[in-house]
């Protein structure tokens, strides 16, 4: 079936340098993207959503990148720091139209911030 | 944002009985939808929980396992029922204004059976 997929679960970093988490999607019809983060013992946080009429969009020290044509998505963190070590997730809202806001979660990238 | 609280975080239960678990939101919201979340692995969507009528039910997962009530736009429960230690996951919920819109989570509630 269609899914969401990640190219690496695990990516372990410097503080201070930059970090880039990929994920791949197979849903061409999917329009929506978010990218959560997971601490351990918390429910997933929303960092940062685009919309296919994008390309790229940013936030505070993160950016995303939304290429349709290879259909991948990323995810840029301007000098990591340790608070951001945790699971990121992207999620794509998939072929739902008209049942607004159902989500497919991708595998997951454990983030590491080493001080 | 809206702010989703969970009850209970956690339980041990035994096998055999049910769980009834909790999801309120600080604000109303068009959509809610119930996840699980195995340890150390994705989310997967059971159900969305609708408004007045019947939970919609992903594949794989049922009405008669997983009964879902939301009589209202803050509040929905979601019953893990007759549970074997299969069921032993984290369990979420979610909520949002619906179609391309973030969707906001619960911290979870962490299910272990016994």
């Known amino acids: 079936g269609e899914s969401v997929g990640l190219h690496l679960p695990t990516l372990s970093v410097q503080e201070g340098d930059n970090s880039i988490i990929n994920c791949a999607y197979s849903n061409s019809a999917s329009d929506y993207f978010i990218w959560y983060k997971q601490e351990s013992g918390k429910g997933p946080q929303f960092i940062i959503d685009?919309?296919?009429?994008?390309d790229k969009r940013q936030g505070q020290r993160v950016t995303v990148l939304l290429n349709k044509t290879v259909k991948h998505l990323s995810l840029q963190i301007a000098a990591t720091q340790p608070g951001d070590s945790a699971v990121y997730f992207c999620?794509?809202?998939?072929?739902?139209?008209?049942?607004?806001?159902?989500?497919?979660f991708g595998q997951g990238t454990e983030l590491s911030v080493k001080p | 944002s809206a702010v989703i609280s969970q009850k209970p975080s956690r339980d041990i239960c035994q096998r055999g009985t049910s769980l009834t678990i909790q999801c309120q939101v600080d604000?109303?919201?068009?959509?809610m939808f119930w996840y699980r979340q195995q340890p150390g692995q994705s989310l997967t969507l059971i159900a969305t929980a609708n408004q007045g009528s019947e939970a919609t039910y992903e594949s794989g997962f049922v009405i008669d396992k997983f009964p879902i009530s939301r009589p209202n736009l803050t509040f929905s429960t979601l019953t893990v029922s007759n549970m074997s230690p299969e069921d032993s996951s984290i369990y979420l919920c979610?909520?949002?204004?619906?179609?391309?819109?973030?969707?906001?989570f619960g911290q979870g509630t962490r299910l272990t059976v016994v």
């Open positions: 604000s109303q919201v068009t959509m």
């Open positions: 999620a794509e809202n998939g072929d739902f139209y008209n049942q607004g806001g159902k989500l497919i």
């Open positions: 685009i919309r296919s009429n994008m």
């Open positions: 979610s909520g949002g204004q619906g179609e391309d819109t973030e969707a906001f």
